[in-house]
């Protein structure tokens, strides 16, 4: 399959600490590819480097052939590249569709009118609306976001990072904090959207990486100790010995 996202020898030092070491990715339109590895391996400032928050030292970054090395966060978000987080950033005093409204009001460059109230605007409910339905989440567009579960906040984060209609969607591990059965709907949400991203998945819940994965790439010290298929991760020595004290691969 071509690739949606192409990286090429990403590094990034902070002072003499190596955190990404010539890091080579790809991930097809449709493929959840997973990223996993021991807590310091380099995982987060990897996909904050694609992201374009955290600038690289060398390497490129490539969504549908374009090099997008040099773009910031907004344009590579423009481009088509969408991030959730480890923690939550959903604006508690606003509904759910407020909270929606205000990422898709961003993501179309709409101006602010203070004079109008934004839920009145169709060019903004109205894809507001069909994210949190693509999400089961209409029968809450009204509740204010501060009054969610933690499971239902994740699952507004998520709505907010489709506002800006990418396709690259970048997944900081969206199962933590979550109990098994919000770990379960979740699963089955991002499973509903493989279709229609690329998807690349950060994740210590090793039960959701195996039940979502395409291909797992493991990050140890900042390098790619191995990439491959589930069961090839799954039966893997070398991941075993990556993931020493931490949670076992299984």
């Avoid at 391996?41 to 996909?47: I, P």
Wanted: a negative charge; glycine letters at 10%; proline letters at 2%.
């Amino acid at each position: 399959m071509a690739a949606l996202l192409a990286v090429r020898g990403l590094v990034k030092h902070y002072g003499a600490m190596c955190v990404t070491d010539h890091v080579d990715l790809d991930i097809a339109m449709g493929e959840t590819v997973a990223l996993i590895g021991p807590n310091g391996a380099g995982k987060t400032t990897l996909v904050s480097q694609i992201s374009g928050e955290v600038k690289s030292d060398t390497g490129t970054v490539s969504l549908d052939g374009v090099d997008v090395s040099q773009y910031g966060v907004a344009r590579r978000a423009n481009s088509g590249i969408g991030r959730s987080y480890q923690i939550t950033s959903v604006i508690a005093e606003l509904t759910v569709l407020e909270n929606v409204v205000l990422a898709v009001q961003a993501a179309q460059g709409h101006c602010f009118r203070f004079w109008k109230p934004v839920t009145k605007t169709t060019a903004l409910v109205s894809p507001a609306d069909t994210i949190l339905h693509s999400l089961d989440m209409l029968q809450l567009r009204q509740k204010l976001a501060g009054e969610l579960s933690y499971g239902q906040k994740r699952q507004l984060e998520l709505a907010m990072a489709l506002a800006s209609k990418p396709r690259l969607l970048l997944l900081d591990e969206p199962m933590a904090g979550l109990g098994a059965g919000e770990t379960e709907e979740m699963v089955r949400l991002i499973i509903g959207l493989k279709k229609n991203y690329g998807i690349l998945l950060i994740e210590h819940d090793m039960g959701a990486v195996f039940s979502l994965a395409d291909r797992i790439n493991v990050l140890c010290y900042g390098k790619v100790i191995l990439a491959g298929s589930p069961d090839e991760v799954r039966n893997s020595q070398i991941v075993r010995e990556a993931y020493l004290g931490e949670e076992e691969v299984v």
